[in-house]
């Protein structure tokens, strides 16, 4: 029974230095954007620069029926971004979310990436997914995908490193998963939209965009934490042979 507290309880201490892997560098570099609006008209932005986490908002606009919303879930154990977007069939009309995040991490820590931008309804749009993880420590790339196309399909996914729909470009590289180190400065910046991809098309219908990115880390269990899980399991094995239980 013993055995098993110092168990839970170590589990508990894990755990704990495991939620609070990432950190947001204190440079005023980050600025998470949502926009909706037209051209020539104009935009209508809302802005949020973030320096602590966690942070748990939503920002939301409206333009001449075009509407954009961002929700953020920003935390110690990762980056969660929800993105839903809808413009008009005017000339030059888009909804968009888009950012930048300047992030470090405390420990050597294992992530993994997901997302995916459903169009959603009739006619042709131009719509786009761009992710990228750049470590700006060793100038080299983590992970990019970029997929920028006009289609007419009714409804479809971009999902994170796979191929899109229609007639765009596909720019992938890196790895969904893989370790931050320690040390090392990271940038994280996205884009998303939907919109009218021009006076070529003065018929288009109004769009909805719907999406989510995910970045997620598990820190590896600090060197305590696996000293005192060693030092239980050497007590649970003398406590066994003392009342000459087998081994």
Do not use: K
């Amino acid at each position: 029974m013993r055995c098993l507290a110092m168990g839970v309880f170590l589990a508990f201490l894990w755990s704990a230095s495991s939620g609070q892997a990432l950190s947001i560098t204190p440079n005023g570099a980050s600025l998470l954007s949502t926009s909706a609006g037209d051209d020539p008209i104009g935009f209508a932005a809302d802005q949020l620069r973030p320096s602590t986490l966690p942070v748990f908002s939503t920002s939301s606009v409206e333009e001449r029926g075009n509407t954009a919303s961002t929700g953020y879930d920003l935390s110690g154990s990762g980056f969660r971004i929800d993105f839903n977007h809808y413009h008009t069939g005017v000339y030059n009309s888009l909804a968009q979310s888009s950012g930048r995040l300047h992030f470090g991490v405390a420990s050597v820590s294992p992530f993994e990436m997901s997302g995916f931008y459903r169009r959603v309804g009739e006619g042709v749009s131009r719509y786009r997914m761009n992710v990228q993880v750049f470590d700006r420590t060793a100038g080299q790339m983590v992970f990019r995908y970029r997929y920028t196309s006009t289609g007419d399909a009714p409804s479809f996914d971009l999902v994170l490193g796979a191929s899109g729909y229609g007639s765009g470009q596909e720019v992938g590289e890196g790895l969904l998963a893989g370790q931050f180190l320690p040390g090392h400065r990271y940038e994280l910046s996205y884009s998303a939209y939907v919109a009218v991809p021009g006076s070529r098309y003065p018929d288009a219908l109004g769009q909805a965009g719907q999406g989510r990115f995910n970045l997620r880390v598990v820190p590896e269990p600090s060197a305590s934490v696996l000293l005192g899980l060693g030092l239980a399991l050497l007590t649970a094995n003398r406590s066994r042979r003392t009342r000459g239980v087998p081994g």
